[in-house]
């Protein structure tokens, strides 16, 4: 009597298997991107040492956040400020020198402070990610990514808050759909920046400078489109290559 099975019934249990395989990778995936703690920590306001305040400094006096996190554009960790930073401004017959918030700072730089300790300010961090994930700031900052993304608008806020989730969630939607989040080189800083507010002959400018042809050719193929955050983040994309990683090995070495 002949198999009544056919040949390829053979190989089912093996096909049962890798499918069984691949729909539990993919389960286990879709739960933990579900499940990555999305809006735990958004809202964290710890008190600081000194009420330093974000709007004075990034605001009124508009200095660019890498006067203070000088590190960001160079290396993977953003630096808080050291106290000399400060002390350039608030030092002996400076400005404010006398305020009573600025008590810590005297007791790390003032040598004829009665309290001198000459200890660092001990902020408390407020952004963190896990051990386990790795993340590098001056890889996004160098491609086009604004501090805002990730932090939101600190130059609008007097005491910093966890604005962003930060979850594993955060991160891929971001790298998934990464047109509408870039900008040039020279925005990054400045938290208002808004893509209609550019000057179209300055960006194509920008681009031809960049890639190397011709604006008005750039320009020409643009022309019937408003220039909005994803149109400027596509041309982006395409003129710097622009590919963030998916796969769980980049961020998860
Ligand atoms: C005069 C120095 C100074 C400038 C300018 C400045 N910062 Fe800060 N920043 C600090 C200090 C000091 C802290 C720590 C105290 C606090 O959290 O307020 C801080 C904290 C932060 C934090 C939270 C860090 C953490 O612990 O997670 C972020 C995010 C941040 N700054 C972003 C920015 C951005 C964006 C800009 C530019 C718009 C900027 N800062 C400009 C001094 C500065
Ligand atoms: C480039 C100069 C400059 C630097 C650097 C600077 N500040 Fe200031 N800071 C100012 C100015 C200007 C004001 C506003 C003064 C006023 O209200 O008249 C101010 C105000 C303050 C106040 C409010 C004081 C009060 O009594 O109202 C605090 C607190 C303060 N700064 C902390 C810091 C700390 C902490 C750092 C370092 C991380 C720092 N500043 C770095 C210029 C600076
Ligand atoms: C793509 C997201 C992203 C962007 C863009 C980004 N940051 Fe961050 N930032 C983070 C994450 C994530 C952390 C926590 C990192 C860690 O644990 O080392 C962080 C931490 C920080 C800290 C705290 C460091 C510490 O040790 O206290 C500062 C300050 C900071 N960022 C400033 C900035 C500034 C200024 C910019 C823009 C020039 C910027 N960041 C752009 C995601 C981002
Ligand atoms: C707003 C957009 C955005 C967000 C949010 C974002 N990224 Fe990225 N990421 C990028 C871009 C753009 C690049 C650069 C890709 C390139 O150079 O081709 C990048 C590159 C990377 C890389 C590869 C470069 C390197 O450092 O090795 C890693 C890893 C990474 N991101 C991790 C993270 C993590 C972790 C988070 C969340 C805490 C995050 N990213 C959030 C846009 C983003
Ligand atoms: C773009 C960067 C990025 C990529 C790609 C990525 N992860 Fe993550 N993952 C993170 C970050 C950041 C966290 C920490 C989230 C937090 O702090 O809440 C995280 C957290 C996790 C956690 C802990 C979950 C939890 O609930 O705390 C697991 C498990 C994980 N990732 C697995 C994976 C797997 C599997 C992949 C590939 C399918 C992957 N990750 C790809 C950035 C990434």
Request: glycine share 6%.
């Amino acid at each position: 009597m002949g198999n009544p099975f056919p040949r390829w019934t053979n190989w089912l249990p093996v096909q049962i298997v890798i499918c069984l395989g691949a729909l539990g990778t993919v389960v286990t995936a879709w739960v933990w991107y579900t499940w990555t703690p999305k809006y735990t920590r958004v809202g964290y306001q710890p008190n600081q040492p000194i009420p330093f305040d974000h709007t004075i400094h990034a605001g009124q006096v508009g200095m660019d956040c890498r006067y203070c996190h000088s590190f960001v554009e160079n290396s993977a960790h953003s630096n808080v400020p050291n106290a000399q930073v400060c002390w350039n401004c608030h030092g002996p017959g400076k400005v404010k020198s006398d305020s009573p918030k600025l008590e810590p700072l005297r007791q790390a730089m003032d040598t004829s402070n009665s309290n001198y300790t000459g200890a660092p300010i001990r902020w408390v961090q407020i952004h963190e990610t896990p051990d386990y994930a790795y993340f590098n700031h001056s890889a996004h900052v160098n491609r086009g990514v604004s501090c805002v993304e990730c932090h939101g608008k600190v130059n609008e806020m007097p005491v910093v808050y966890h604005a962003k989730p930060l979850s594993m969630g955060f991160c891929l939607d971001c790298h998934r759909n990464v047109e509408s989040h870039l900008r040039p080189l020279d925005e990054i800083t400045n938290l208002d920046w808004e893509a209609h507010d550019l000057d179209k002959d300055q960006f194509y400018a920008y681009l031809a400078e960049k890639t190397g042809k011709p604006a008005d050719d750039l320009k020409e193929a643009d022309k019937n489109k408003e220039l909005n955050a994803r149109l400027v983040g596509a041309r982006l994309k395409e003129m710097m290559n622009v590919n963030p990683p998916q796969d769980c090995a980049a961020c998860h070495r």
